[in-house]
T-cell receptor
Framework: DQQVKQNSPSLSVQEGRISILNCDYT??????FLWYKKYPAEGPTFLIS???IKDKNEDGRFTVFLNKSAKHLSLHIVPSQPGDSAVYFC????????????WGAGTKLIIKP | DVKVTQSSRYLVKRTGEKVFLECVQD?????MFWYRQDPGLGLRLIYF???????EKGDIPEGYSVSREKKERFSLILESASTNQTSMYLC????????????????FGEGSRLTVL
């Protein structure tokens, strides 16, 4: 029973274009969502987050959008750069979730030169 | 910079062997976590600890145990390794639960890739 789903295992985008990574969730109790980035042979690193009281959060080239009614969030990267090639994980948590982040399976983003 | 160090990057063990995975963090964090990462399954929480000598089960604790004798060190133990424990193991730390909610700051080590033959 996957509560956080990333349905695209991989995504290929031309350098300079927009990358859109999607994440769906089923648990309406989730109130905090995060995106992590992972390079091969390294641990994941925090990228950006959003609280359920917001529908958008922006940090430089990265913007996360939250659609609570659809239980859907997306990460937009504009413009995409070669260094953005990595696996992106979506994660969710809620108050009283006892330290647990629930993770999606990840999407491998490939930026083509 | 926060540093989370995992003792072994790559290990190969035989079925039935006892395996120790060590993790050390240098930022005086209260919380430490062990995850395993498998293709198509994301990260799954094995155990976590919010204080010295304290431990809590995560989603998949079966076949694992942990030890936290010092604040900076969190060890994952496989008492009798099995082939289905072949995986990438990730250790992480954070200073408080509010940090995860407020900043998402969960700091990971580089991972330990374990192969059980």
């Amino acid at each position: 029973d996957q509560q956080v789903k990333q349905n695209s295992p991989s995504l290929s985008v031309q350098e300079g274009r927009i990358s859109i990574l999607n994440c769906d969730y089923t648990n309406s109790m989730f109130d905090y969502f995060l995106w992590y980035k992972k390079y091969p042979a390294e641990g994941p690193t925090f990228l950006i987050s959003i609280s359920s009281i917001k529908d958008k959060n922006e940090d430089g080239r990265f913007t996360v959008f939250l659609n609570k009614s659809a239980k859907h969030l997306s990460l937009h990267i504009v413009p995409s750069q070669p260094g953005d090639s990595a696996v992106y994980f979506c994660a969710a948590s809620y108050m009283d979730s006892n330290y647990q982040l629930i993770w999606g399976a990840g999407t491998k983003l490939i930026i083509k030169p | 910079d926060v540093k989370v160090t995992q003792s072994s990057r790559y290990l190969v063990k035989r079925t039935g062997e006892k395996v120790f995975l060590e993790c050390v963090q240098d930022m005086d964090h209260e919380n430490m976590f062990w995850y395993r990462q498998d293709p198509g399954l994301g990260l799954r929480l094995i155990y976590f600890s919010y204080d010295v000598k304290m431990k809590e089960k995560g989603d998949i604790p079966e076949g694992y145990s942990v030890s936290r004798e010092k604040k900076e060190r969190f060890s994952l133990i496989l008492e009798s390794a099995s082939t289905n424990q072949t995986s990438m193991y990730l250790c992480a730390s954070s200073s408080s639960i509010t940090d995860i909610q407020d900043t998402g700051e969960l700091f990971f080590g580089e991972g330990s890739r374990l192969t059980v033959l």
